[in-house]
């Protein structure tokens, strides 16, 4: 059975703090892991991440995957209050053909919640 | 605005009741899904539909019949639930399962509640 696994499951830190957020992946058939983040309402997409090493950037945010160690990070550098959320994890995966039908494998999510 | 447009955003039911949710995508996308947020449980997917065709069935009891008369909508039957079946639950589009770099898009939910 697909497993997706995140830690920690809830983080509190406080304004301009770094944090790291951890993902890691038991699948089959893997074809990329997702990065969402969710505040009380639709999960926002934040990265999609399919080959190991290449980090991905979006202003304050970055990750990065690790496919030997079937896992990635999500960095936050300089938290603002506005950070605070649930930060999903999600794997993708394939038949054993190679065909996807788009089926996300979902981890608990990691609550952060950044304090003034 | 996220471009998947979910209503009701909130409904309370019986469990005798018959009710429907019901998605719209205006993304152009070809494949939408239903899933389901419980409390203190991850994300778990329900039904995908590709190009109108059911694609996935993730062994979801038949309480819950869903609908996809286009690529553009997407509906959630709802029949002699139970208080468990109490969720968020989500509805989300994507461009093609079968493309490299599909990206999946969520609406805002519909809090369901059962009484």
Same mark, same amino acid.
């Given at each position: 059975?697909?497993?997706? @696994?995140?830690?920690?499951?809830? +983080? @509190? @830190?406080?304004?301009?703090?770094?944090?790291?957020?951890?993902?890691?992946?038991? @699948?089959?058939?893997?074809?990329?892991?997702?990065?969402?983040?969710?505040? #009380? #309402?639709?999960?926002?997409?934040?990265?999609? +991440?399919?080959?190991?090493?290449?980090?991905?950037?979006?202003?304050?945010?970055?990750?990065?995957?690790? #496919? #030997?160690?079937?896992?990635?990070?999500?960095?936050?550098?300089?938290?603002?209050?506005?950070?605070?959320?649930?930060?999903?994890?999600?794997?993708?995966?394939?038949?054993?053909?190679?065909?996807?039908?788009?089926?996300?494998?979902?981890?608990?999510?990691?609550?952060?919640?950044?304090?003034? | !605005?996220?471009?998947?447009?979910?209503?009701? =955003?909130?409904?309370?039911?019986?469990?005798?009741?018959?009710?429907?949710?019901?998605? !719209?995508?205006?993304?152009?996308?070809?494949?939408?899904?239903?899933?389901?947020?419980?409390?203190?449980?991850?994300? !778990?997917?329900?039904?995908?539909? &590709?190009?109108?065709?059911?694609?996935?069935?993730?062994?979801?009891?038949? =309480?819950?019949?869903?609908?996809?008369? &286009?690529?553009?909508?997407?509906?959630?039957?709802?029949?002699?639930?139970?208080?468990?079946?109490?969720?968020?639950?989500?509805?989300?589009?994507?461009?093609?399962?079968?493309?490299?770099?599909?990206?999946?898009?969520?609406?805002?939910?519909?809090?369901?509640?059962?009484?």
């Amino acid at each position: 059975e697909d497993k997706v @696994v995140q830690s920690p499951l809830s +983080l @509190v @830190v406080h304004e301009g703090d770094t944090v790291t957020l951890n993902c890691s992946y038991e @699948v089959t058939n893997f074809r990329s892991l997702l990065w969402y983040k969710q505040e #009380k #309402k639709a999960p926002t997409f934040l990265f999609m +991440l399919t080959s190991s090493g290449i980090e991905k950037k979006s202003g304050r945010l970055s990750s990065i995957l690790d #496919k #030997k160690e079937l896992s990635s990070i999500l960095n936050i550098t300089a938290t603002q209050t506005g950070d605070s959320a649930i930060y999903l994890c999600a794997v993708e995966v394939t038949n054993a053909g190679g065909t996807s039908y788009g089926k996300l494998t979902f981890g608990q999510g990691t609550i952060l919640t950044v304090h003034p | !605005e996220t471009g998947v447009t979910q209503t009701p =955003r909130h409904l309370v039911m019986g469990m005798t009741n018959k009710k429907s949710l019901k998605c !719209e995508q205006h993304l152009g996308h070809n494949a939408m899904y239903w899933y389901k947020q419980s409390a203190k449980k991850p994300l !778990e997917l329900m039904f995908v539909y &590709n190009f109108k065709e059911q694609t996935e069935n993730n062994s979801v009891p038949s =309480r819950f019949s869903p609908e996809c008369p &286009n690529s553009s909508h997407l509906f959630l039957h709802l029949h002699t639930l139970q208080p468990e079946d109490s969720a968020l639950y989500l509805c989300a589009s994507s461009q093609d399962p079968g493309v490299p770099g599909n990206t999946i898009y969520f609406g805002e939910g519909s809090w369901l509640t059962v009484v």
